[in-house]
């Protein structure tokens, strides 16, 4: 399996998860010239930008550890575009990474981090 069908695989996992929990799905993969938001939910009264991350093993790290800075940056000016293009400002908001781990019997297990990471 590719990464891109995994990657899919995740982002409808993470979509179906969230919606178990009580969640909104506001857009998904919603794209600006320059990022895209995985998932923007509503919990609440607040916006999450969630960042999903599918891996097989954790080799290269784990999924959080894969939004860095750089990444930070762009789902943080992708989520400023998302808030102001849906008059969305003022609303609180944070910012999610939902870890996927597909394991070797082809079971899946969800990690989500709530409030990974801040705006800058």
């Known amino acids: 399996m590719n990464n891109k069908i995994l990657g899919n695989q995740g982002e409808a996992l993470a979509a179906n998860y969230l919606i178990q929990h009580g969640y909104a799905i506001l857009a998904?993969?919603?794209r600006i010239r320059s990022a895209e938001l995985d998932l923007v939910v509503k919990d609440g009264?607040?916006?999450a930008f969630v960042e999903v991350k599918t891996r097989r093993n954790m080799h290269f790290g784990s999924?959080?550890?894969a939004v860095?800075?750089?990444k930070q940056k762009k789902i943080i000016q992708?989520?400023?575009y998302f808030l102001q293009r849906?008059?969305?400002e003022g609303r609180p908001c944070r910012f999610d990474v939902i870890e996927i781990y597909?394991?070797?019997n082809q079971l899946y297990r969800i990690h989500h981090l709530k409030n990974a990471f801040e705006s800058h």
């Open 28 to 30: 998904q993969n919603y």
């Open 102 to 104: 597909k394991d070797t």
């Open 45 to 47: 009264n607040t916006v």
């Open 63 to 65: 999924g959080a550890e």
């Open 68 to 70: 860095n800075y750089r």
């Open 78 to 80: 992708a989520a400023q």
């Open 86 to 88: 849906w008059h969305l």
